[in-house]
């Protein structure tokens, strides 16, 4: 069974930082597209960023660029999420995801198909 296992969030103050981790199992790793995105009460979930499937591409969404960087480690099947310069608009669940090789956008939750469980990250004024 796919698992996709998220930690590292908690609570921060601004301007802080945090690193993310998702832990992947039961999956060929190597070959699928990892994305991060985020929930807060009340709202939508929203694209935050993603790396390919050999880590050589990466995109963000704008309100993380210079602020976030995303990376893979295929070897222990994991990606990592950091966050320098946190703001509280930053706080909400944090999930990964995982994409196979189809042609959807990778900026569509709907574009992937295994899901973590989710990570607060909490940022305080």
């Known amino acids: 069974q796919v698992q996709l296992v998220e930690s590292g969030g908690g609570l921060v103050q601004a301007g802080g930082s945090l690193t993310l981790t998702c832990a992947a199992s039961a999956l060929t790793f190597r070959n699928w597209r990892v994305g991060w995105f985020r929930q807060a009460p009340g709202k939508e979930r929203e694209f935050v960023a993603t790396?390919?499937?050999?880590?050589?591409?990466?995109y963000y969404a704008d309100f993380v660029k210079g602020r976030c960087t995303i990376s893979r480690d295929n070897a222990k099947s994991t990606v990592y999420l950091q966050m320098n310069s946190l703001k509280p608009e930053d706080t909400a669940v944090y999930y990964c995801?995982?994409?196979?090789?189809?042609?959807?956008?990778?900026?569509?939750?709907?574009?992937?198909?295994?899901w973590g469980q989710g990570t607060q990250v909490t940022v305080s004024s």
């Open positions: 790396i390919s499937a050999s880590g050589g591409t990466t």
């Open positions: 995801a995982a994409k196979g090789s189809s042609s959807s956008s990778s900026t569509y939750a709907r574009s992937y198909e295994y």
